[in-house]
């Protein structure tokens, strides 16, 4: 499983970001996505998942009805949408991908992607 995640860059506070993650190698629709960040000196944190047709989704309480995940199977591809951004959500991105749901605990996720970093400046 090869995942890619890019869209990350420097953004004013109160402003917007779409993140973007593809996947490759794997039957796309198959398999749960989360997105997880992981700011300078925290631990790896959970941001929200989507089920496998999209159906589904949850959020962390920080990010509950700023962000939003959607996807795309025929493109291979999850999007984090980012609205109302705050400099706390300054950090790396990282999406994940599972054939069922492991949780929020990062540890438990089975593959993941490189991270994409987002600063939000004030």
């Known amino acids: 499983v090869q995942l890619q995640a890019y869209g990350g860059g420097l953004v004013q506070a109160g402003g917007s970001l779409r993140l973007s993650c593809a996947a490759a190698g794997v039957t796309f629709g198959n398999y749960y996505m989360s997105w997880f960040r992981q700011a300078p000196g925290k631990e790896r944190e959970f941001v929200g998942f989507i089920n496998r047709n999209g159906y589904r989704r949850d959020y962390a309480d920080s990010v509950k009805g700023r962000f939003t995940i959607s996807r795309d199977n025929a493109k291979n591809t999850v999007y984090l949408q980012m609205n109302s951004l705050k400099i706390e959500d300054t950090a790396v991105y990282y999406c994940?991908?599972?054939?069922?749901?492991?949780?929020?605990?990062?540890?438990?996720?089975?593959?993941w992607g490189q991270g994409t970093l987002v600063t939000v400046s004030s």
């Open positions: 994940a991908a599972d054939r069922n749901w492991r949780g929020v605990r990062s540890v438990d996720h089975e593959y």
